[in-house]
C-alpha cells in the first residue's frame, strides 16, 4: 500500500490537486486535454481489440454476464443506499447511481499499470469489459427515476440511448475496439510504441489535469454535506468487494479480478454527466462529479487498488 502511494501516476494527481487547492496558473491548454483524453480512450480500446482477437469467445461469455450483472446491480444498490440513507432526492440519487454504477477509463488504466507493477498480466478483455459496465449502468439509473418522476420533463430512451452510445467516450472506446479487433496483433505492431509503450508517460500529464479539476470541484462537495463525502468512500468498498469476487467466480486471473473490483469501485466523470444532463436536467451533477473525482479517484489511486488486491487473494486463498 505504501509502494502505491510513490506512484508516479498518484504523486502527478498530486500535483495537480495541490496545484489546484493553492490556486495556481497551472493548466494544460483544453485542446492539449482533449488530444490525452482521445489518446488514452483508444488506446484501451485498440489494445482490448487486439486481446478480442486472440480470445476464445467461451472464456468471455462469463466475464461479460459477470460485468453487466455488476454494473446494472451496483446502480440499484447505489439509488437504494443514497436516496434512503444519503437522504438525496430522487433525481440525486439516480444521478449518483448512474456516476457509481458506471466506471472510470483513467482509474481503469491506473489500475492495469499497478497490477502489472506486481508482475500480473491481467486479461486483455477487460477493456471490453470496461465498455459493458460504462453503459447500462447509467440506463438502469434513468430506468430508477423514471419510475417515480412525472413525464415530460426529460429526453426520451431513444435519444439517451443515443447519447449514451455516441458519448465521446464510449464511442472512443467502441471504435479502439473494433480497430483492434479487425486488424490482430501483427498489423497492430507498428503502432505497439505509441499506444502500449507510451501510454503510461502520457496518462501521467492526464492524472495531472483530473488533480487540477478534482481541486476546483471540492466546494461543490463541500456545500452537499457529509453523507455524500462518506458515500463517496463506502461506494467503492462495497463495489470493490463485490467486482473481485465477480471476477473471480467468472474464471478471471487475480489481476484481471483485481481489475474489475477497481471497475466497480469507480465512479464515471465523461460519460455519466452527459447522459445525466440529458435525461436528468433538475440532477446535481456537479455533486456527483465532486464526489467522484475529489474523493473516490484519489481514494482509489492510492489506497482502494491494493485493498482491492489485497481482497482478490484473500478470496482465491
Known amino acids: 500500500m505504501a509502494e502505491n502511494l510513490r ?5 502527478f494527481f498530486l500535483v495537480g490537486l495541490t496545484g489546484g487547492l493553492l490556486k495556481s496558473d497551472l493548466k494544460l491548454p483544453d485542446a492539449v486535454y482533449q488530444l490525452l483524453s482521445t489518446y488514452l480512450l483508444l488506446a484501451i480500446g485498440l489494445k482490448g481489440g487486439v486481446e478480442l482477437s486472440l480470445a ?24 437504494t443506499v ?6 438525496l432526492g430522487r433525481a440525486d440519487a439516480a444521478a449518483f447511481a448512474a456516476h457509481y454504477g458506471s ?17 500480473a498480466e491481467p486479461e486483455g478483455i477487460l477493456a471490453v469489459l470496461l465498455v459493458i459496465l460504462e453503459v447500462p449502468a447509467i440506463l438502469v439509473a434513468i430506468f430508477l427515476h423514471r419510475l417515480g418522476a412525472a413525464g415530460g420533463r426529460s429526453a426520451g430512451y431513444g435519444e439517451i440511448l443515443h447519447e449514451v452510445a455516441l458519448n465521446r467516450s464510449v464511442f472512443l472506446l467502441l471504435a479502439g475496439i473494433a480497430v483492434g479487433a479487425a486488424v ?3 498489423r497492430f505492431t507498428p503502432f505497439e510504441p505509441l499506444f502500449v509503450g507510451a501510454f503510461k508517460p502520457i496518462l501521467a500529464f492526464f492524472v495531472l489535469e483530473m488533480g487540477l479539476l478534482a481541486a476546483h470541484r471540492l466546494p461543490e462537495l463541500r456545500r452537499n454535506g457529509a453523507r455524500v463525502g462518506a458515500a463517496a468512500l463506502l461506494i467503492p468498498l462495497a463495489g470493490g468487494a463485490l467486482g473481485g469476487w465477480a471476477g473471480l467466480a467468472a474464471g478471471l486471473s ?3 479480478a483485481t ?17 445525466v444532463r440529458l435525461a436528468i436536467p ?16 484519489p481514494f482509489n489511486l492510492s489506497l482502494g487498488i491494493p485493498l482491492y488486491a489485497w481482497w482478490v487473494g484473500w478470496l482465491g486463498s
Not at 282 to 292: L, Q, R, S
Open 82 to 87: 443514497m436516496s434512503r440513507l444519503a437522504r
Open 282 to 297: 433538475e440532477a446535481n451533477t456537479g455533486m456527483c462529479v465532486a464526489a467522484a473525482l475529489g474523493v473516490t479517484f
Open 56 to 79: 476464445d469467445p467461451a472464456r468471455i461469455g462469463w466475464p461479460a454476464i459477470a460485468t453487466l450483472g455488476l454494473g446494472a446491480g451496483m446502480a440499484v444498490g447505489v439509488f
Open 184 to 186: 490482430g496483433p501483427d
Open 103 to 119: 466506471a472510470s477509463a483513467v482509474t481503469f488504466a491506473a489500475a492495469v499499470a499497478a497490477v502489472q507493477r506486481t508482475g
Open 259 to 275: 481489475v474489475l473490483a477497481t471497475l466497480a469501485a469507480s465512479a464515471s466523470y465523461i460519460a455519466a454527466p452527459a447522459a
Open 254 to 256: 487475480p489481476g484481471g
Open 7 to 11: 506512484d508516479p501516476l498518484f504523486l
